[in-house]
């Protein structure tokens, strides 16, 4: 097995780091397959900040300019306090931002960024309705089973199937993510309800133990985002995700500034996330199976970087295998070691949710000037 289109490649999940991976790889003249659970794949109502570091790989998949055209690019990010609303920091995006990363900051509505992601990836090798329940490895290779009943065979499995991952329980066997005791409300609301006031284009409300994140999704400013973070020791239910109660997400804001109180007075749609965590963990990849983003290293969304990093992994882990069809071994060694470090802190940072809180301790230089595809590479050991 030698040409690279030999190679059977089977991606488990059609997120963002399962269609990042794919499509870089297909780059680079592999064939992968994905397989995704979810009949249909349909775009979450909710917003995602795009930082300069992850801009600069959906540039190299051929998608940016698309996201730019549809995106927000904020002229700036504020942290405020949750009551008088003194400002914090004050960091410059936009082209001062562009310019010293080499690529802009954008905050998009999710929707978008899966049509182009999902778009990027060879249609014919995407299989819906193909949630996998079991693997077993065997010499001809590794065999994926589907809960419909079929298998397919592969040389390679990159497990991208998110925090709920069944490619770590096979590798890691059961383990419940953490519920963190805080719940993320997430709506949009259309700008006509607000008679023409205008919000600050990226803001955090800060509160010692609450937050608010508030960002324009759309380039014409026409659609206002927020995702917050509330304590909530329980979580109420069996599923991750319900529809919440606008009157008791306005309860959990009562005292906040007057700009957040009228941005949630037009709320009538919102939904309630658990939010989730894991451990830094450290067996990411078993023989010819490997991992990638919220099945490595889920974490609290403080810091807008889960998704992120799931396309960082998928870029590091396309560059290590680059043009050695054969030794995937060495491969996965060599993207792991230059993956854990960085995902740990940044796990790390997003459980202690202070980034970006006061201009005098804040420096996201380590976050967003990062190059996946420049960065001088660690070899296993070092
Ligand atoms: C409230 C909130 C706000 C966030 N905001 C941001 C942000 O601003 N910026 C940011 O970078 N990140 C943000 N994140 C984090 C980000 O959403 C995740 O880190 C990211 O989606 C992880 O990507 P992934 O590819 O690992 O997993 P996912 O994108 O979750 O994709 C996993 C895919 O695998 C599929 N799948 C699962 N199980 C199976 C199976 N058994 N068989 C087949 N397919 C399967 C799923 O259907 C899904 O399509 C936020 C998260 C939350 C909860």
Redesign the pocket.
């Known amino acids: 097995m030698s040409e690279k289109s030999d190679v059977r490649i089977a991606i488990?999940?059609?997120?963002?780091?399962?269609c990042a991976v794919a499509s870089l790889l297909q780059q680079q003249g592999y064939t992968p397959e994905i397989?995704?659970?979810?009949p249909q794949i349909t775009p979450l109502g909710?917003?995602?900040?795009l930082s300069p570091n992850?801009t600069r790989v959906l540039d190299r998949i051929g998608i940016l300019d698309a996201l730019v055209a549809v995106g927000s690019r904020p002229r700036e990010w504020l942290s405020r306090d949750w009551d008088t609303g003194k400002v914090t920091l004050d960091y410059t995006l936009g082209d001062v931002a562009e310019e010293k990363f080499g690529s802009p900051y954008l905050t998009v509505h999710r929707g978008d960024l899966a049509v182009e992601l999902v778009g990027a990836v060879d249609q014919q090798r995407l299989h819906l309705d193909?949630?996998?329940v079991g693997m077993e490895k065997g010499a001809g290779g590794t065999t994926l089973s589907f809960q419909d009943g079929t298998t397919a065979e592969a040389d390679i499995v990159i497990g991208?199937?998110?925090?709920?991952?069944?490619v770590r329980e096979i590798l890691a066997g059961p383990e419940e993510p953490i519920y963190t005791g805080h719940v993320?409300h997430?709506a949009m609301i259309p700008m006509d309800r607000y008679n023409g006031h205008i919000f600050d284009d990226d803001t955090k409300w800060w509160h010692p133990e609450s937050h608010i994140v508030v960002y324009y999704i759309k380039a014409d400013r026409s659609y206002i985002y927020f995702?917050t973070g509330v304590p909530e020791p329980d979580w109420p239910r069996e599923e991750w995700v319900y529809d919440g109660d606008p009157n008791e997400l306005r309860g959990h804001f009562d005292g906040y500034h007057d700009e957040v109180q009228l941005l949630l007075s037009q709320v009538d749609k919102v939904l309630n996330?658990a939010?989730l965590e894991r451990k830094p963990f450290e067996l990411w990849s078993e023989g010819p199976i490997v991992m990638?983003?919220?099945?490595c290293h889920?974490m609290k969304?403080h810091m807008?970087?889960?998704?992120?990093?799931?396309i960082e992994d998928a870029a590091m882990l396309a560059r290590c295998i680059g043009d050695q069809p054969t030794d995937f071994d060495a491969a996965f060694r060599l993207y792991i070691a230059n993956r854990q470090e960085r995902t740990a802190k940044v796990q790390h940072y997003s459980h202690n949710n202070d980034w970006l809180q006061y201009q005098e301790t804040s420096d996201p230089d380590w976050v967003f000037a990062y190059d996946v595809f420049t960065e001088p590479l660690v070899q296993p050991g070092d």
């Open positions: 488990v999940g059609a997120g963002l780091g399962g397989y995704e659970q979810t909710a917003g995602i900040h992850v193909k949630k996998l991208a199937d998110g925090v709920h991952s069944k993320a997430r995702v996330w939010i990638l983003g919220d099945a889920p969304p807008g970087q889960g998704g992120a990093m799931a």
